[in-house]
């Protein structure tokens, strides 16, 4: 059978009035909508329901599916043990759900769960359902920090399970938007959240969840938002699916944006496969951006394509500027793909006899050895957005009053450990930051008694 339904909801504990001791009242126009949502589900009267959130088990490259009989848990860490609830697992579609993750290469399944009680994100909303509907099975999901494609691509993976299945399935996407709308908030304010929180809103409203995917990762972390990811998941689970948008409110009192939508299927629309939709426009990006290339980033480009797609590593060729054959410096070479991280590998110190060999050394590092990612894929070369930074070398500093992460890079050294950051990194904003971030590169204490030098890089994007 088909999804029936999709909701999007927020779930701030405070909004069940054991926690709340009265503040609920302050996010009216979020329970009215709640109490809709449960009414519907009723309506509908789902089998299963599969609702992803960001506040169960969470890794960097892997999506967790809760496996097992089901699971219970309560709201003790908010103050009230009284209020719980358990909830029992549809163990025959998690068991077709990781299936399909793997025929799709997708890093999901139910590996790794280390705490089985039930999360926030999935309690506040399933409190909702409860009290008009129970006689349902429940699938868990978590978010991880996969990039917003392959988020789509497993939720596509859920659609195909629902249509396999012969059951009544809804979705319900937990997330919270952003959490810097006022300075008396959790984060303080940022017009990052005010932008996220009206972007986010007018695609819920509108049911345009291209949107979704277009959001700039370093974006989102600046407006400290929440559940974008749970959102883009249900995204692909209504992949090619024409949905009727409701957005039924929206509101953030306490600094947190809380946003409520349900979507219903109506049929079918091909021009709704928004993955497609995305990297065609992503290809589209990169290749008028290739065009205003210089020979350094060329040089990174070619080097890790060919040693990707022929296992071959080029030479340097002496059709190549005099600075990159005669010059020496430390390069570090950085890839992008689809607006996150994909890989950056470099050196503080030259380690080849010239700069174009240090950048055909690390450019082929940056993608296969960075031992925070899988080695990058042939399907991946063609979106890869590369930057180089040349280093200039390095002087001591007596203080942080001597840094400016716009202008310098850090390196912090104690012993033979040594952290180092880039300048002028998205992110980044203030002095503290930089050092802390290069002081746990290093796996030195703040503690510690350790000596920083700055320097500066000339960058080529």
């Known amino acids: 059978m088909l999804l029936k339904c999709a909701f999007i909801v927020p779930h701030p504990p405070l909004i069940i009035p054991e926690i709340g001791r009265g503040q609920e009242i302050k996010i009216r126009k979020t329970i009215d909508a709640y109490e809709k949502i449960g009414k519907r589900i009723s309506e509908i009267k789902p089998d299963t329901i599969v609702l992803t959130t960001p506040h169960s088990i969470l890794y960097s490259d892997y999506i967790h599916i809760s496996d097992g009989e089901g699971s219970k848990g309560n709201f003790r ?34 590996l790794g769960e280390k705490k089985k009680a039930l999360d926030h994100g999935t309690m506040v909303p399933l409190y909702f359902v409860n009290k008009y509907y129970s ?35 809804v979705f319900i996407a937990s997330g919270d938007l952003s959490h810097m709308l006022k300075d008396e908030g959790p984060y303080g304010y940022r017009e990052e959240g005010y932008v996220f929180d009206r972007e986010v ?61 349900a979507f ?20 589209k990006r990169v290749e008028s951006m290739k065009k205003e290339e210089d020979d350094y980033v060329k040089l990174a480009r070619y080097s890790l394509e060919s040693y990707v797609e022929k296992h071959k590593k080029i030479k340097k060729t002496d ?4 600075e990159l054959l005669n010059d020496r410096a430390g390069v570090f070479v950085s890839l992008k793909l689809d607006g996150k991280l994909r890989g950056c590998i470099g050196t503080i110190e030259p380690a080849a006899g010239c700069i174009a060999d ?12 960075d031992p925070r990612f899988y080695p990058v894929s042939k399907d991946e070369l063609q979106r890869i957005i590369y930057s180089v930074d040349v280093l200039k070398n390095p002087e001591p500093i007596a203080s942080r009053d001597d840094l400016d992460p716009k202008k310098y890079g850090v390196i912090v050294s104690k012993g033979r450990r040594k952290g180092l950051l880039l300048p002028n990194l998205d992110g980044i904003d203030n002095v503290e930051e930089q050092v802390s971030v290069a002081l746990k590169k290093a796996g030195i204490s703040p503690n510690e008694n350790y000596s920083m030098e700055r320097f500066e890089v000339v960058r080529h994007k």
């Open 319 to 322: 059709e190549l500027s005099p």
């Open 77 to 110: 860490e908010f103050g009230e043990v009284e209020v719980g609830m358990q909830a029992d697992y549809d163990a025959q579609f998690v068991h077709k759900l990781s299936a399909l993750a793997e025929e799709n290469n997708i890093p999901a399944g139910i």
């Open 135 to 169: 006689d349902y099975k429940l699938v868990r999901i978590s978010i991880s920090g996969l990039t917003f494609i392959e988020h789509y691509r497993f939720g596509k993976c859920i659609k195909q399970a629902a249509e396999e299945s012969d059951k009544n399935i």
């Open 264 to 283: 219903d299927v109506t049929g079918d629309d091909e021009s709704r496969h928004f993955d497609e939709v995305y990297i065609a426009d992503e290809l």
């Open 201 to 261: 809103t007018d695609a819920m409203r509108s049911g345009d969840f291209l949107q979704f995917l277009k959001f700039d990762e370093e974006f989102c972390n600046a407006a400290a938002e929440c559940g974008l990811r749970s959102f883009i998941i249900m995204a692909g689970a209504l992949d090619g699916k024409k949905v009727n948008p409701k957005l039924l409110s929206y509101e953030g009192p306490f600094g947190v944006g809380y946003a409520v939508a």
């Open 358 to 369: 240090e950048i055909i050394r690390n450019a082929i590092s940056a993608g296969t050895e």
